[in-house]
T-cell receptor, first 112, second 113 residues
């Protein structure tokens, strides 16, 4: 079964602390994974994708196929990082098209 | 370039009423999708379309209909609203080619009484 699991509903840290938002996936094919972010009163937007191997706003995420994980990390959290974060898996759907499967989301709260 | 637009932003319905949520995009994307966002459940795919005239069901299609007569528009119809359809609805579009980057609309908050 295709599934994305984000085990933490809420992650609360202080400014300057390291952050790790966990994401595990279940997919039999070759996975394509993404992190989307939703800041307060803004629309959902792409943060980063594993295929680009990029760092956005200080966040990085490494795909670990052995552990089927795609955790999002940042060494020093900032207050403006407070948002809802969704991990998503691009899966091949019936009919030969891709769809996104989202995890339940983790709310990151960064306190001053 | 407005991206993905949705109307209305808010809507309150009574059980049994019908309505259409509008979605439009000006990026000439072939793929469009409708999701609902519920607390603790993330975003779940309702219906999607891979091009004008082609639609298919997602994970939670019951109670919803879609059509895609143009590339730009992808309306979502609630046939007979139920309280279980109280949610925030997001429309998204993408060019569909891997890796998919979905561009989301601002959402419609629907309450069914």
């Amino acid at each position: 079964a295709q599934r994305v699991t984000q085990p933490e509903k809420l992650l609360s840290v202080f400014k300057g602390a390291p952050v790790e938002l966990k994401c595990n996936y279940s997919y039999s094919g070759s996975p394509e994974l993404f992190w989307y972010v939703q800041y307060s009163r803004q629309r959902l937007q792409l943060l980063l994708r594993h295929i680009s191997r990029e760092s956005i706003k200080g966040f990085t995420a490494d795909l670990n196929k052995g552990e089927t994980s795609f955790h999002l990390k940042k060494p020093f959290a900032q207050e403006e990082d407070s948002a809802m974060y969704y991990c998503a898996l691009s899966a091949l759907f019936s009919g030969g098209y891709n769809k996104l499967i989202f995890g339940a989301g983790t709310r990151l709260a960064v306190h001053p | 370039n407005a991206g993905v637009t949705q109307t209305p932003k808010f809507q309150v319905l009574k059980t049994g009423q019908s309505m259409t949520l509008q979605c439009a995009q000006d990026m000439n994307h072939e793929y469009m999708s409708w999701y609902r966002q519920d607390p603790g459940m993330g975003l779940r795919l309702i219906h999607y379309s891979v091009g004008a005239g082609i639609t298919d069901q997602g994970e939670v299609p019951n109670g919803y209909n879609v059509s895609r007569s143009t590339t730009e528009d992808f309306p979502l119809r609630l046939l007979s609203a139920a309280p279980s359809q109280t949610s925030v609805y997001f429309c998204a579009s993408s060019d569909g080619r891997p890796p998919d980057t979905q561009y989301f609309g601002p959402g419609t908050r629907l309450t069914v009484l």
